[in-house]
């Protein structure tokens, strides 16, 4: 094997393990947005309650079908010929999936600081699994993939 094909499948391999982890994060991320949604809805707050539907649409519409047709992609790499075209969309459709997901945790965040509130466990915790996830990987992957296209 040519040692592209061996950096090819290696960026996939990372890829792949990166989304398979994104794609439970964002079904947790749905739960707790649906948990979230109710508690406004009883507070009668409805511009909070569509904000909190619309991320979740987007989550099970968009992000969800992305991720996992990354998966799906990512783990057949030994049969796909080299694409650092395909890297390079993979790695921007992750970061923008992962950047999405840490954008409605600060969104949250905002919305428990107006009732001089924190996170709570379960939000707290999915923020730090967030910021565990290793999206600098991902990040020279699709910085290598944009310099191998030229």
């Known amino acids: 094997m040519v040692d592209i094909e061996k950096i090819f499948i290696q960026m996939e391999e990372k890829i792949n393990?990166?989304?398979?982890?994104?794609?439970?994060?964002?079904?947790?991320?749905?739960d707790l947005l649906d948990i979230q949604e109710q508690k406004e809805m009883l507070h009668l707050k409805?511009?909070?309650?569509?904000?909190?539907?619309?991320?979740?649409?987007t989550i099970k519409d968009f992000c969800e079908p992305q991720v996992a047709a990354i998966i799906n992609v990512s783990k057949e790499s030994s049969e796909i010929k080299v694409d650092?075209?395909?890297?390079?969309?993979?790695?921007?459709?992750?970061?923008?999936?992962?950047?999405?997901?840490l954008g409605i945790i600060t969104y949250?965040?905002?919305?428990?600081?107006?009732?001089?509130?924190?996170?709570?466990?379960?939000?707290?915790?999915?923020?730090?699994?967030?910021?565990?996830?290793?999206i600098a990987t991902i990040e020279q992957i699709k910085e290598k993939a944009e310099g191998s296209q030229e």
């Not at 393990?17 to 749905?30: G, P």
């Not at 600081?113 to 996830?133: D, G, I, P, V, Y």
């Open 17 to 30: 393990k990166f989304a398979d982890d994104l794609f439970f994060k964002n079904k947790a991320m749905i």
């Open 46 to 57: 409805m511009k909070e309650v569509e904000k909190l539907q619309a991320m979740v649409r």
């Open 84 to 101: 650092y075209t395909l890297v390079k969309n993979q790695t921007s459709q992750l970061i923008q999936n992962y950047n999405n997901l």
């Open 108 to 134: 949250i965040e905002e919305l428990r600081a107006k009732k001089n509130k924190s996170l709570n466990k379960k939000w707290l915790e999915m923020k730090t699994r967030l910021q565990a996830m290793d």
